[in-house]
């Protein structure tokens, strides 16, 4: 670790401030405000969950917010830092329990230091890269300009391999999140058949930043039955 929780939330934060700036100026940040709604209602008790499961990320700055794009994605930076792409909305039409699979999933990422981990495997192939520009091409920005960040030998050795555990770390926390929260734990499920509906089955498992669809959907449903009890407990009113 390279690269410690600070000083991955110090830059996650200059670049999405950048990233906010540049959307604001193309006009496609926030531009729906139903939407922008809909998506920080779900959030919230999402991060107070964070923060009961993580009790100093209370001091991190949290920001939630949607950005106009075609694109089929959300992500949260280390330091709580959040957006939801409309292209995730428009094109999979998740209902509230399955939106609140995405957010948790992603908020699991910060929470679980997934971002300093890859800042640090990337400053280690590529050490002359700013930390700001790191961060955001880690979140799926090329801030800098970068378009790569890794020769393909690298990407496939040393970071497809932590990424695929790194996502399953972040389904587990992320539909336990979801379920204290109060949203049903098996929307996750039917999120992700969704998700591959739309994006195909992806290419060969090793491959893939993912881990195999089926296997994912295995593993949710396990995770799922499990914390039934607890989202029963903590079940939202409709």
Do not use: F
């Amino acid at each position: 670790m390279l690269v410690n929780d600070n000083e991955a939330a110090q830059s996650s934060a200059q670049a999405y401030n950048q990233l906010l700036l540049n959307a604001e100026r193309q006009r496609v940040l926030d531009a729906d405000p139903a939407m922008l709604n809909r998506v920080q209602s779900i959030a919230q008790p999402l991060i107070g969950q964070a923060i009961a499961l993580r009790p100093e990320t209370r001091n991190w700055q949290w920001e939630v917010h949607v950005l106009k794009s075609d694109e089929v994605n959300a992500w949260c930076m280390a330091g709580g830092k959040i957006a939801v792409y409309t292209g995730l909305i428009q094109k999979i039409r998740p209902t509230d329990d399955e939106l609140a699979q995405v957010l948790g999933h992603e908020i699991a990422h910060a929470l679980l230091s997934h971002q300093a981990e890859k800042m640090s495997r990337v400053q280690v192939q590529k050490l002359g890269l700013g930390l700001g520009v790191l961060a955001g091409a880690v979140a799926g920005y090329d801030l800098g300009g970068v378009a790569g960040l890794a020769d393909t030998v690298a990407t496939v050795s040393l970071q497809l391999p932590n990424s695929r555990k790194a996502e399953s770390e972040a389904d587990s926390v992320g539909i336990e999140l979801a379920a204290k929260a109060g949203y049903n734990p098996y929307a996750a499920i039917s999120l992700w058949e969704k998700m591959i509906k739309v994006g195909g089955s992806g290419g060969p498992d090793w491959l893939s930043t993912h881990p195999n669809p089926e296997q994912r959907l295995q593993s949710m449903r396990a995770k799922a039955q499990q914390l039934m009890p607890v989202y029963q407990t903590n079940r939202r009113a409709p």
